[in-house]
T-cell receptor, first 118, second 112 residues
């Protein structure tokens, strides 16, 4: 079946502009995660959704970052007033329902959106 | 201090060699453990989960030492196609937190 898809694959924007990144999770996956990976760095957690709610937003680096998820499916990550330090690959992942037995539910990653802020 | 620490490498090994990667984690609330593989400019993909008893999948063996908060990955009979970055990953299951915590990765280059 289809994996996690993200769009756009590449986005170049000017400092100060707003950008929206989209994630389409695997059908039936209720958990959705956003991460970002800066050049040469490990993945950094941003936000987690269970259904349409976000119980963990602890990784959002500033109030310029927000995300929403509607219909328990597609999610949008919005970055307002972009800065050069926002340049990174933004990765979305999804997994099956979260519960007490969630220890080893695999997270499947999308191909990412490469954001470049000039 | 990073929650998950790995030697960044690179590890340059000849085909057929055995190579081992180590990883330490600092949060004792870590409940589950994984190795992911990431090819250049690609997304991470699960290589294997790491269980307390240790587990093996073909040429790959993973070990977990909870007392020392240490995880390892052993690759036997390295292939050229094993060249990638190997990410040590933990899941911390305390209240509300479900995301994965990634190490920065260890780069492996297998040479002919």
């Amino acid at each position: 079946g289809a994996g996690v898809s993200q769009s756009p694959s590449n986005k170049v924007t000017e400092k100060g502009k707003d950008v929206e990144l989209r994630c389409d999770p695997i059908s039936g996956h209720t958990a959705l995660y956003w991460y970002r990976q800066s050049l040469g760095q490990g993945l950094e957690f941003l936000i987690y959704f269970q259904g349409n709610s976000a119980p963990d937003k602890s990784g959002l680096p500033s109030d310029r970052f927000s995300a929403e998820r509607t219909g328990g499916s597609v999610s949008t990550l919005t970055i307002q007033r972009t800065q050069q330090e926002d340049s990174a690959v933004y990765l979305c992942a999804s997994s099956l329902a979260v519960g007490q037995a969630d220890f080893y539910n695999e997270q499947f990653f999308g191909p990412g959106t490469r954001l470049t802020v000039l | 201090r990073k929650e998950v620490e790995q030697d960044p490498g690179p590890f340059n090994v000849p085909e057929g060699a055995t190579v081992a990667f180590n990883c330490t984690y600092s949060n004792s609330a870590s409940q589950s453990f994984f190795w992911y593989r990431q090819d250049c400019r690609k997304e991470p993909k699960l290589l294997m989960s790491v269980y307390s008893s240790g587990n093996e999948d073909g040429r790959f063996t993973a070990q977990l030492n909870r007392a020392s908060q240490y995880i390892s990955l052993l690759i036997r009979d390295s292939k050229l196609s094993d060249s990638a970055t190997y990410l040590c990953v933990v899941k911390i299951m305390d209240t509300g937190r479900r995301a994965l915590t990634f190490g920065s990765g260890t780069r492996l280059q297998v040479q002919p």
